[in-house]
């Protein structure tokens, strides 16, 4: 049977928005070496902004069009993307056959044939050429780059920019103080991205690693694994692999994706990031109560 102690300890964890699958997470995290968060809708807050449009035609339809096919996505720069699109009074244009392809972005179609929105590697994919000079100011910025395209032809592109979490510096802070080994940024957004939200949050360069697959992302995983137990901390269905490779898979429950939810073994139902360090702190605590 569970021990008096899990018990208790996984109801004050739950009272405070933190809810483990059973008593083995709450041991297992009480071991944990190395964290490694998700940065877009986990140590960011999901809610992020447009901040920019570069149409290499009409606007409206631009936008009507990238409105369309991320209608149908369940990512932050997705949703930042509709917002931007109302607030304009676009109205979405009907895409069908939307596919996610983690990581990268979405496809779909419409009468016009195959469209996308996604990062660079989806462009290249799709055989599109983002090097036009119409896109100079996009090469070196810090934010987001969102491609639209049909086809192998570019139609344009934003930029969106998220923002950490409030709690995020805080909580991280918290986990440092208790001496935990390794903390390390894996996102799938790129390096100049993930190395400014990395800065606002006390992550040296090489503790950030972007550009990375859900591939990536499990095989990273599996690296730090060699120093001690590993937790990932996520919120995507791009996270889902990591989530269920890690020791302790850990998700955002209250924006974040059903998949990731069930690859978890522990789920963040607060959006305060300083509920993990105390969760953390508690299982400590209570393994050595137990032993
Ligand atoms: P993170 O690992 O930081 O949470 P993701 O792996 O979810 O980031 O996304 C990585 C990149 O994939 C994003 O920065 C974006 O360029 C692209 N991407 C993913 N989903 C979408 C989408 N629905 N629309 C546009 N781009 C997307
Ligand atoms: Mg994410």
Redo the contacts with the bound molecule.
Sequence with gaps: SVPAAILSALAAAARGGVLFKGGAALETLAEVHSFAF?????LTTGKAEVTGLIALGDEAAFLALLSGI?AQ?E?P??EAIRRHAAERGIIPAPVHDVQ?I?????TGTDAGGTIW???RRLAARMGAQVDGPEFDALRDTAQ?V?WLGRGDRLLGAVTVADRPRESSAAGLAALRGEGVGTIRIM???RRAVGLRIGAELGFAPDEVMAD?LPQDKVRLVGELAGRGKVAFVGD?V?DAAALARADVGIAMGAAGSEVALQAADVALLSDDMGRLAAAHRLARRTRRVIR
């Design positions: 998700d940065k877009t809708g986990t991320e996505s990512h720069i997705a996610a983690p990581s990268e972005g979405i929105a996604g990062n987001t969102t996102t799938g957004d990375l995507g791009n």
